[in-house]
């Protein structure tokens, strides 16, 4: 199991710089194609509240969208040049639904949290990404440091979407130094989560993972914080989790502790549903 196709939405500006970079030290560490996606909505239009929209501003926005659309593609191709393939498909759409679309064709969507100014018609929504695309999400650090991956948290909670998030992440898992499985305590007996823990540091093992178990106590805080400080305390500057979601009526919620990882984790952060 490795990953040889890394997907990443591109736009023209300097905002997605971080996560070009990231895919391409991803796919230089796994001798990996990268795909590129530009994708923009036309929002203009279809955020208007008038019954009837002149159609000259439709075309309007629509050469915008195809005037941004190559630009996005230049800024691609010339800041993940050291890549050893570069595929580009451009989509007229919210980005978020246009990567969990095209994440048919990858294995690892690399992904960053939107600035503050960018509405959904320009940069993908994380939650939704997550939940949607059924492939792992990983997440750049909003810090400005090179990702390193040689020692990796797993945060990990008896689940499918844990299990589901150990799986995807074992390519990572093969080529680090150290990884850390690290319960957050009070969901079990602890005799039972360190029975649970020895099975997976065995499995692990078997694949070549260098591999310890942690039971750490969540204490007063949160269990993103309980995950950070291990990293921390580990010199991990990757955490592996689950993405959890909780049905309410037809709408899909996130559960907490994903919502806290994708918005406050100050470490890369791959998430799997």
Not at 14 to 20: A, E, F, K, S
Request: include cysteine; charged fraction near 25%.
């Amino acid at each position: 199991m490795t990953i040889k196709t890394v997907l990443v939405h591109a736009d023209a500006g300097p905002g997605c710089n971080r996560r070009l970079r990231l895919a391409t030290e991803v796919a230089a560490r796994f001798d990996a194609d990268i795909l590129g996606l530009g994708a923009e909505a036309l929002e203009t239009v279809l955020m208007s509240g008038n019954a009837i929209i002149d159609g000259a501003v439709i075309e309007a926005v629509r050469e915008q969208v195809a005037t941004e659309l190559p630009a996005a593609e230049k800024h691609f191709r010339s800041l993940c040049a050291g890549a050893a393939s570069l595929g580009w498909v451009a989509e007229q759409g919210y980005p978020d639904q246009m990567l969990a679309l095209h994440a048919r064709g990858a294995d690892l969507i690399v992904a960053s949290r939107p600035a503050r100014d960018e509405g959904g018609a320009f940069a993908a929504r994380l939650a939704p990404l997550v939940m949607d695309a059924g492939a792992p999400v990983l997440i750049a650090s909003d810090r400005d440091v090179p990702f390193c991956g040689r020692r990796v948290i797993v945060g990990w909670k008896d689940t499918r979407e844990s299990r589901r998030a150990l799986n995807d992440a074992l390519p990572f898992l093969i080529q680090a130094e150290k990884t850390v499985i690290v319960a957050v305590g009070g969901e079990s007996a602890a005799g039972g989560t360190e029975a649970g823990l020895a099975e997976i540091a065995a499995r692990l093992q078997r694949q070549g993972v260098t591999v310890a178990t942690e039971i750490v106590p969540k204490g007063g805080g949160m269990v993103v914080e309980a995950l950070e400080d291990a990293a921390t305390r580990h010199g991990a500057d990757l955490i592996v989790a689950g993405a959890y979601a909780r049905s309410r009526m037809r709408e899909w919620l996130l559960g907490g502790v994903t919502e806290d990882m994708i918005a406050s984790s100050s470490k890369y952060v791959l998430l799997s549903h």
